[in-house]
């Protein structure tokens, strides 16, 4: 290894060819890039640096015979030292390889990490001269070759899909069946008791928190705790090492890889949750781990008057560049290699509004890349579509084939089951798919990705527990998380022996729960929310790595219920196609048809007038969704049949009689779920043609005939009501 050759400037990162190791790096205001190499995580200082030798449009790259996977690696970077124009180069700082498929060793907090002091001349700084190399984790060599076997995606269809949001390490963490080696492991969430619980609720896909390699940020390790959350990326290719269960150099690709195998061998896709819109190294103040050092003014949006200092539409002290073709291009390069190397099936995307912001010549590269891209157009495309810049709010405002985190249906469903008023005809659109907000740009309703509940924020236990966030365990007083959490605890805050709280508590969990599953779109529950997992009022447990975020699995008496209720919800919608159709609904079937294939009905059994959409006091009422009707087809072409489903909401406080439809041959209706009664009302038929629906309460009926009409006849049964004042 006395040599290195000129190599090639694609593709970027090290990659191995069985002789030696290609080595390809982007920075356009570099003078010279050194390559350094480790002989183990523990050395203070490389045991060969070479300068590579070319650079080829921006590229810097080289070629060192000999090396094999498992190699230790970093650069420096050459370059002026000038924070007025936006450059901080300093060649003392060892940098991680933005390309590194993994890294190995910890990141030290120590002042080595951080760069020349603002307006400091150069040969004065003492902190900036320091050498950062036994403080960053290393860049590792790895090799790409793996035995897939017949790993096929399960390429479940959106409408079809059912989200479960969870946490690598806090899903297995206190799970008993899972052996202890493996808990809170990619290896734990592949094994036969994590994948059996998946299977078992009827989830299609695990939506994963960040396991881009992260760092713990320098004032959490100074109080002691850890970025549970992962939302500090520092390495868009490698995964984190913290969740792996062994420790060598590079073992977390492959058993990354052995999940996702598993996964899939199960019928479960792996959804991620990438964070592309900043990176961990913060602030102007921030440490130098990366990208700050390779290529600052590239890498990050600048203020244009100052750049001195950062665009920050994330609230984390930066924003990431992606302007810039280069690193609009690590970008879609890291989507391409987690979708073709690793087989993952879809992103969600953090903060996608940053993503796309720009000049106008630029605003929607991004968006057309990938729209273009023959990979990426494929996979799930899911955007979380807010950031805190402004005109940051764009729910409904992304293209075809974007999916959306809809924060208007969670906001709107929170307030109608609280018995806020006037949110009963928002609440219609938004169980019905958003229509309002998807339909103009060509989207359908399962672009709309439901959710009540996500990791940033309450539990559904304490949704329905606690009128205030309690994070005193973050260590800031309690000033971190939302205020704004439209929770209502029942009328006692937090745990409570008071049986009749409890039991409406647990019936308001049933009703976000069958309202979620019962809703057009695609839900997404948080993992946990279908046992009654509690965080104990905190609503930003983002630094929680211990029992307050990880899931507690024993089995008591609200676990077991709430769990088997989940089950039995997702069961009904995965077997009425009704419940998650391709389309929207469209009312009357032809235009001045009086066939419709869906409808709202008022307690007394008539059809719901604009009047009484717009009293605010509106709080019940029904849904009669016509499976009979004939409306879309499956995916082979084959047109779509269904039940006839009445579903009842009452949000009020008093229990109330509606009159169940008479049509078609005075049908019998069959209780499919009430939460008011969760247990004693499986497949039994109401005593009258009334039923008393009971107060915060949601009811599922099925419509039976002793004959049912064919196909044919179906589509003339009328739903037409005439409307009540």
Not at 114 to 138: E, F, M, N, Q
Not at 642 to 651: E, K, P, T, Y
Request: hydrophobic content about 35%; proline content about 8%; some cysteine.
């Amino acid at each position: 290894m006395a040599s290195i050759w000129p190599g090639q400037p694609a593709p970027l990162g090290a990659t191995w060819d069985g002789q030696g190791v290609n080595f390809a790096l982007f920075s356009v205001n570099a003078t010279r890039v050194e390559l350094c190499l480790f002989d183990s995580p523990e050395a203070p200082r490389e045991a060969t640096r070479f300068t590579l030798p070319e650079r080829s449009e921006d590229i810097w790259h080289g070629y060192v015979p000999g090396l094999a996977p498992g190699q230790l690696y970093g650069y420096r970077v050459y370059g002026p030292y000038n924070p007025a124009q936006g450059h901080r180069f300093n060649p003392h700082k060892l940098l991680i390889d933005p390309y590194a498929k993994a890294l190995t060793g910890p990141l030290r907090w120590d002042n080595a990490l951080y760069g020349y002091r603002v307006g400091s001349p150069y040969a004065d700084l003492t902190i900036g001269k320091r050498d950062s190399a036994a403080h960053v984790p290393h860049s590792v060599v790895v090799d790409p070759h793996f035995n897939w076997g017949n790993d096929r995606r399960p390429n479940t269809p959106l409408h079809e899909s059912v989200l479960y949001e969870l946490h690598v390490k806090g899903f297995t963490k206190l799970h008993p069946a899972v052996p202890p080696a493996l808990r809170g492991t990619y290896a734990g969430l592949a094994s036969e008791p994590a994948i059996s619980y998946l299977k078992g609720l009827g989830i299609t896909a695990v939506e994963l928190l960040p396991i881009h390699h992260f760092i713990d940020d320098q004032y959490l390790n100074d109080k002691r705790l850890t970025n549970y959350w992962g939302y500090q990326s520092i390495g868009f290719f490698a995964p984190e090492r913290r969740y792996a269960s062994t420790f060598g150099h590079g073992e977390q690709v492959v058993e990354f890889k052995q999940m996702v195998r598993a996964l899939h061998a199960a019928g479960l896709e792996v959804i991620l949750d990438v964070v592309y819109n900043h990176t961990g190294e913060g602030h102007q103040l921030g440490p130098t781990i990366s990208f700050r050092g390779l290529d600052n003014a590239a890498y990050y949006r600048l203020v244009r008057d100052n750049p001195r200092y950062y665009m920050d539409h994330t609230g984390t002290g930066n924003s990431l560049n992606t302007t810039h073709p280069r690193v609009l291009q690590l970008v879609i390069d890291s989507l391409r290699y987690w979708v073709n190397e690793m087989h993952v099936d879809g992103f969600r995307f953090d903060l996608t509004r940053t993503l796309i912001r720009g000049e106008p010549d630029r605003y929607s590269a991004f968006f057309e890349v990938i729209k273009l891209d023959p990979v990426l157009s494929q996979v799930k495309l899911i955007a979380e579509p807010w950031d805190l810049g402004p005109d940051g709010y764009w729910v409904g405002r992304f293209p075809a084939p974007w999916a959306e985190w809809n924060g208007r249906y969670r906001d709107n469903v929170r307030k109608f089951w609280k018995s806020d008023g006037g949110q009963a005809a928002e609440f219609a659109s938004r169980i019905m798919g958003s229509m309002d907000l998807l339909r103009h740009n060509g989207r359908r309703p399962f672009h709309s990705i439901n959710f009540v509940t996500a990791h940033d924020g309450f539990t559904l236990r304490d949704l329905v527990s606690y009128n205030e966030k309690h994070n005193e365990a973050n260590g800031e007083e309690n000033r971190d998380g939302d205020t704004h959490n439209n929770a209502w605890n029942g009328g006692v805050e937090g745990p409570t022996d008071d049986p009749a709280i409890q039991e409406l508590r647990l019936r308001q969990m049933r009703n976000f729960m069958a309202t979620l599953l019962l809703s057009q779109g695609t839900p997404m529950l948080l993992a946990g929310d279908e046992r009654g997992r509690t965080q104990n009022g905190n609503n930003n447990a983002y630094c929680q790595d211990n029992e307050i975020a990880w899931i507690d699995w024993v089995d008591t008496p609200v676990a077991t219920a709430l769990h088997a209720f989940t089950r039995r919800l997702i069961a009904l919608r995965h077997q009425h196609p009704l419940l998650h159709r391709r389309n929207f609904f469209q009312g009357p079937l032809e235009s001045g048809s009086d066939e419709y294939d869906v409808e709202w009905l008022s307690p007394d059994g008539l059809e719901i007038s604009p009047e009484l959409w717009n009293n605010s006091e509106l709080r019940c009422f029904g849904l009669l969704l016509n499976g009979r009707v004939i409306r879309e087809v499956d995916d082979h072409g084959r047109p779509v049949h269904d039940d006839v489903l009445l579903i009842l909401f009452n949000a009020g406080l008093a229990p109330i009689p509606f009159i169940l439809p008479d049509w078609p041959d005075d049908p019998a209706w069959e209780v499919l779920v009430d939460t008011a009664d969760p247990t004693g009302n499986v497949h039994r038929q109401p005593s009258s043609e009334v039923y008393q629906i009971q107060p915060r309460s949601l009811v599922v009926l099925a419509e039976r005939t002793a004959l049912p009409p064919p196909p044919a006849q179906a589509a003339l049964v009328s739903l037409r009501r005439q409307p009540v004042q």
